[in-house]
């Protein structure tokens, strides 16, 4: 009886432990599987977060770089903008000074120009005086002209001297004493003498003269002598000899030597504030 019931509870029993037995592998098994899939996602996302870490790292190196390119750029736009502010003051203070210096250059050509205008109408003035007074001689003997901001009064040797003399006729001491006359009156003007021969040489012989340079030096030297004898203060009046090398025709023809031979008297008014102007330049 009592074998009857052990076999059975025992067979009840072993069949319970291994129905016990058996539900608790199904579990294990798929505790194991769910613990690989988890090592699996571990794995995966221990990667991934190594992924990140390197970008992260990767982006905090770009950051800092950018950062540093930032202040650089930032230290040359500061260096850039001082040193425009720098040029700007010194262009400005460059273009100050130079329209300073404009404006006084244009003051002095003012000045000039003034000046020079008043020398033209004392010229033109100066011309017309000197036509005035010697009127009554011919044109062929006597010319009054204007060259070159000067009066020149161009006097043939028919009206002063003879043939080969030094000594004035009659004619040309009235024509200079005139002349004489009206530069008194005029002391801000010098006075040259210039003498011209023509290419015919002086004779031999020729008292005091060897040559052409000769004669023309001692025919303005006699005409100097003249003017200043007449009233014309000796320091505005320079005699010089120009030969035969200022011919007014070169032509060897009688005509165009008795046009050559000639004194001409050039008449400039002092330039001396003019000078003056150009020396402070």
């Not at 977060?49 to 930032?74: F, G, P, V």
């Not at 203070?93 to 404009?102: M, T």
């Not at 006729?169 to 021969?197: F, I, Y």
């Not at 030969?243 to 009688?254: F, G, I, L, Q, R």
Request: proline share 3%; hydrophobic share 40%; glycine share 4%.
């Amino acid at each position: 009886m009592k074998k009857r019931f052990i076999a059975p509870v025992l067979s009840a029993t072993i069949a319970l432990g291994l129905l016990g037995s058996c539900v608790s592998s199904k579990k294990y098994e798929a505790a194991l599987a769910e613990n690989r899939s988890l090592v699996v996602l571990q794995d995966e996302l221990s990667k991934q977060k190594a992924e990140l870490e390197r970008e992260r790292a990767a982006l905090q190196q770009d950051k800092e770089r950018l950062n540093k390119e930032k202040a650089e750029l930032a230290e040359e736009k500061a260096s850039t903008e001082a040193s425009l502010r720098t040029n700007l003051s010194s262009k400005s203070q460059q273009v100050d000074k130079l329209s300073a210096d404009l404006q006084a250059r244009e003051a002095r050509l003012k000045e000039m120009q003034r000046i020079l205008d008043e020398k033209d109408r004392a010229v033109n003035n100066l011309r017309k005086v000197v036509s005035n007074a010697l009127l009554g001689f011919k044109a062929s003997d006597l010319t009054v002209d204007v060259r070159n901001g000067k009066v020149y009064v161009s006097l043939s040797n028919q009206l002063l001297f003879k043939s080969g003399s030094t000594k004035v006729d009659a004619a040309g001491q009235e024509a200079l004493k005139k002349l004489a006359s009206v530069l008194q009156n005029q002391p801000d003007v010098n006075v040259v003498v210039e003498g011209h021969t023509d290419d015919v040489p002086v004779a031999k012989g020729t008292l005091g003269m060897q040559d052409n340079w000769d004669l023309s030096v001692l025919r303005a030297t006699e005409i100097t002598r003249i003017l200043t004898e007449a009233g014309v203060a000796p320091g505005r009046v320079t005699p010089s000899g120009r030969s035969k090398y200022v011919p007014v025709d070169p032509a060897t023809t009688a005509e165009a030597r008795q046009k050559n031979r000639r004194t001409e008297i050039i008449l400039t008014p002092k330039l001396d504030e003019l000078f003056q102007i150009l020396e402070k330049n």
